[in-house]
């Protein structure tokens, strides 16, 4: 097929100047997950929620459950990867 190696090396060098560290481990042999599915914040976040949701039930505190909800759920929103190329909150206008 004519041409596939062209491709491949634009995709190899695309690879590289877009996640460097993960081209490196792919070229070492031991893959990391790519930075779009890297979540140390969503994480952080997500346990904190816990920790609040937790405190609220044992509590019987209301508004910490509904904060540790809420929080979970803005916990829930960074975990998706394509979350930055969606653009806004809101639909385009349509003319």
Known sequence: MP????RLSEIESRLHRDDPRFAHALDVGRPCP???YRYPRAWLLLAGALVVLGSGVVLAHGLLIATGLVLAGMAE???DPHRPARGGRCPPRRS
Request: proline share 10%; net charge negative.
């Open 3 to 6: 041409g596939s190696d062209d």
């Open 34 to 36: 790519p930075r779009e």
């Open 77 to 79: 929103e960074l975990f």
